[in-house]
Each structure stands twice: as structure tokens, then as C-alpha cells.
């Protein structure tokens, strides 16, 4: 695993979460940021040809048979497959750290996340400075899902019932380090990118 030192306990907050960038190394990560919107936008467009494909048999058949159009399904649940992540740095990835400061918590308890809503998980949870937290939850700010801090559990909005992805850390010498075999540490900061994967609503906090 990486053992990198992301930052000092006293850096980080228990109303705001500290942002920075981890890379996957392993092929079978979960997908986000624009692995997974290239993974929804194919998924929409295998849907659409699947569904052209079942009519066009449907017609074949009801011209032979009198059979019925059947309905086009589909199985894909919209999570990127690991070749998503292949090309070029599209495996880096946002996450957040955030110091826990419930009186059940440990004085230097500190979670991390990586940095997308599971409404949708190609967008960010936050505008690009780091999610806010409030009465112990994070705010997703695109959509306006809470997400409980200790937990990762989202407990109100379009994705409730959901957990954000966890990023292992741990705690020693004042310091947070990556303790997950599934990343390496990149850098501080949000990922440098041209292109806004965040959504154009707003929440006003």
C-alpha cells in the first residue's frame, strides 16, 4: 500500500473537508469521475442500439409470424467496467479527508472519501474547494444529497440508502496517511481537468 503522508490532523476540519487527488491501482475499482460518465454516455448509447436492434427483429418477425415487439432491457446498471480506467490518467480520482468531531469519536478519528455523489458518480460532491459538512453531514452541493460523515451512508436525497466509496487512512504522529492498497497518492488539490463534470444546479448552503 502507498503509506503517504496526505496531511496533518490539524489541517483538516470537522466543517469542511480537505481535497486531494489518489490514483487507482487496481483494475477493478469502482469507476467515477470521467471513466464513469464515459461508462453512462456508452451504456445510453448500447441501450439505444439494442433497442433499434429489437425492434427491427420485432418487425422481421411479426411480418413472418405475427410475433410481438418485445421490450429492450437492459442489465447494465451504469458502473464502469475496468477498461474504463485504462487509457492515459483517467484511473485519478478526487477524494476528501474529513476529521470526525462527534463526543463519540476519537479526538484525531478521520475518514476519507473519494470525492463523487452516488446520485450520479461522475459528479463531483463539490465545486471543486472540497465538500461542506453540516451537523456531521457531507453535502453533496451539485444536487443536495447529505451524506452522514462517519459513515458514508447517504440519509436524504435521489441517491438515499447509498454509501460513498471509501478510501482507507489512518492516523499516526499528528499525520493522515493513504493506508488502501487500491491507490496511490497523487497529489493535494482537485484533479486539473478542462472539462466540468460538475452539474449545473446549486445548493444554497
Known sequence: MDG?????????STDDTFLFRVRSVDDNAVASGDAALRSDERTADAADERAAEAVDGADTDAETDGGETPGAATDDDG???PDDMQDDD?????AILLKLGGEDDDAEAVVGWLNYCQHMTHIKLDKGSGAPVRDGEVICVNHGALFAADSGECTYGPCEGAFLNELDVRVADGGVYLDDGDFEYVGEGPVESDDDLSSSSNVIL
Do not use: G, K, Q, W
Open 79 to 81: 458502473i464502469a467496467m
Open 90 to 94: 483517467d484511473d485519478v480520482r478526487e
Open 4 to 12: 503517504t503522508r496526505i496531511a496533518d490532523v490539524s489541517d483538516l
